[in-house]
Nanobody, 126 residues
């Protein structure tokens, strides 16, 4: 069974920090790119941060650059999102995502696998 379980969300004051964690199981974690998405009420889900399967490259939404840091620990099957200098606009449900795509060598057919967690609530408010 494929499973992604987020934790670490909660209520924090503006300017504060939180560290989100995502525990993965049921798939070859090291072969997947990992991402964090978020969705606020009435808004579409948006990409927050991503990291490649090798961990050599990261990408961030413009709104969080310089404040958030994504990292992964393949030995522990974990991905993290360190969030600093939090703003009220960061309030959302944060989701962990695992993605793998490419060409299957045996069949020469393209493939894509995409898994999601249930999310963890982050609320930034005074």
């Amino acid at each position: 069974q494929v499973q992604l379980v987020e934790s670490g969300g909660g209520l924090v004051q503006p300017g504060g920090s939180l560290r989100l964690s995502c525990a993965a199981s049921g798939f070859t974690f090291s072969s997947y790119a990992m991402s964090w998405y978020r969705q606020a009420p009435g808004k579409e889900r948006e990409l927050v941060a991503a990291i490649t399967s090798a961990g050599g490259s990261t990408n961030y939404a413009d709104s969080v650059k310089g404040r958030f840091t994504i990292s992964r620990d393949d030995a522990r099957y974990m991905v993290y999102l360190q969030m600093n200098s939090l703003k009220p606009d960061d309030t959302a449900v944060y989701y962990c995502n695992a993605d793998r795509s490419g060409i299957d060598i045996a069949t020469m057919l393209s493939y894509e696998y995409d898994y999601w967690g249930q999310g963890t609530q982050v609320t930034v408010s005074s």
